[in-house]
């Protein structure tokens, strides 16, 4: 098997996917009435404004893999973007990380305020779970508390919400390589990975298959994060359309601050080609979750 | 069929179905290690530290209307209360409500801080979701999808997160009767229906049945605000274990400003006897949730 990265296609085919997610939480996340409309505004202003929606392109395209009914996919990696959005507008918010910028627009709680969008996320939140159990998401009622669990097991205090904290109180403690490596494993591989077997669970792959998948996922998930490392010492707020320098400016322990630059760099690399090889087993079916690992890699913001 | 409320063995039984609920509360949501054990010490203090239990109480009596094993019921009871106490911890954020007190103790920002506060309410929504999809909830995948499904639709944007956001809003606006209903059955209804009905999808009860829980769960709902509209007006802080006149220093339309103390106080008690009513059709079997009817307007806190 031949196989080349090209980033003009790829670019091409997650602005395409990234639109079809969007579209789907469109329709999951109705326009609603009444006094109490400014929530579903707010919701809806946290999870259509953009991003590249990565962990969405991860859903589709694993579940690709299993000849998945591209409609069920669509909505749990709806579903998947809506816990992730949930979680910047919590994460955002003055009592936690205090920004104000987000995808190069005002944050949930500057655009609305603090209260809508709290309330915001948990709404983001308490619907992911919904439309992982309405029938749509897949014939089989053990296919859908599958997924259940899982994300809950993702986003919860051993993943997505534990790493948080765990990120909060980083700067009391002076984090290791290997204490860093578990906050990233939860803040954010929790959900990656979950985007990755999600396709996964929903194919009903075998469990071969699934720990391909999990290698994957722990990989492209660490080289994720430090590329978020290097990025935010090396490009600039307008580039990131987040606010950058921020880590420095805490004073906090990432793979960057404990590697050097450069070391975080190759490291990122070497993650990459570990991610891609976990991917053998598929043949050329995977082409775009490689596609995947070096976009990861090599992206700018 | 002769039946009388005992205000004294009802208390009894009411003590010790809380303390079931907590007791399984507190193995659900174990202590933590490492550095971000702060999260769980603040979802432990939002969920253990005590309250009434009226959620769990109803959850594990109409389960046992339809014989379902009480170690299933007592794991739906818990994560309902999880929900219940997740949104305490948000209401009483400082951006929301900003209350200092809950059950007679700091709420849960006081105690930690803010950021560990919202933290800990997310991660108490993702395990009530957690706990309803794994395995020992129920042998039946179906069974356990639809408490998924029920939850989330009476805890979203639909449900009480909704209705928080319409309490937010509601002194912009001048809410009438029928207005102020909706945010009830949004913003308490929703969860007490879902811990009425749970009972029913453990016991795969008949639609016959369903319909009779709903109808009580609705009556039940709109006494219980009814009720504790009154308290807020004629209890004192230090007999409610939350601050009391808010709603009128805040100016807000509550069914007692609406409709007066006396007329207030004798719908509750219409509303007790429809909602007995509805219970019929469950012979003896439904006396402790006539109980729960009469403790619900008798209640002095």
Not at 33 to 55: H, I, S
Not at 106 to 134: M, N, Q, S, W, Y
Not at 179 to 185: G, V
Request: aromatic content about 4%.
């Amino acid at each position: 098997m031949t196989y080349q990265f090209n980033a003009e296609t790829f670019a091409a085919r997650l602005d395409q996917d990234a639109e079809f997610a969007t579209r789907a939480m469109d329709t999951l996340l109705p326009i609603d009435n009444g006094p109490e409309a400014r929530l579903m505004e707010a919701v809806r202003y946290a999870a259509l404004l953009g991003g590249k929606r990565v962990r969405p392109y991860l859903a589709l395209h694993t579940a690709a893999l299993f000849n998945v009914d591209p409609k069920c996919a669509l909505r749990v990696a709806a579903a998947i973007e809506m816990v992730h959005c949930y979680s910047l507008v919590h994460d955002d918010l003055p009592a936690m990380d205090d920004d104000d910028l987000r995808r190069g627009q005002p944050t949930c709680h500057i655009k609305c305020d603090e209260a809508t969008a709290i309330l915001a996320g948990d709404a983001l939140l308490t619907r992911a779970f919904e439309v992982l159990a309405e029938d749509g998401t897949h014939q089989d009622a053990s296919v859908r508390i599958e997924l259940v669990k899982e994300l809950s097991k993702s986003a919860g205090a051993l993943g997505m919400v534990g790493g948080q904290m765990l990120d909060l109180v980083a700067h009391q403690h002076d984090l290791d390589m290997n204490e860093i490596a578990r906050l990233q494993r939860m803040k954010t591989g929790g959900l990656i990975n979950f985007a990755c077997i999600s396709g996964g669970i929903l194919g009903k792959a075998s469990d071969h298959a699934l720990n391909k998948l999990h290698g994957y996922a722990h990989d492209l998930g660490l080289a994720f994060q430090i590329v978020d490392d290097l990025l935010d010492v090396t490009q600039s707020t307008e580039d990131l359309g987040k606010r950058a320098g921020k880590d420095e400016e805490q004073g906090k322990a990432t793979f960057v601050s404990l590697m050097g630059v450069e070391n975080a760099r190759e490291q990122a690399q070497v993650l990459r080609d570990q991610a891609i090889a976990h991917l053998d087993v598929f043949e050329e079916k995977a082409n775009p979750l490689r596609d995947m690992a070096h976009f990861v890699v090599n992206r700018v913001s």
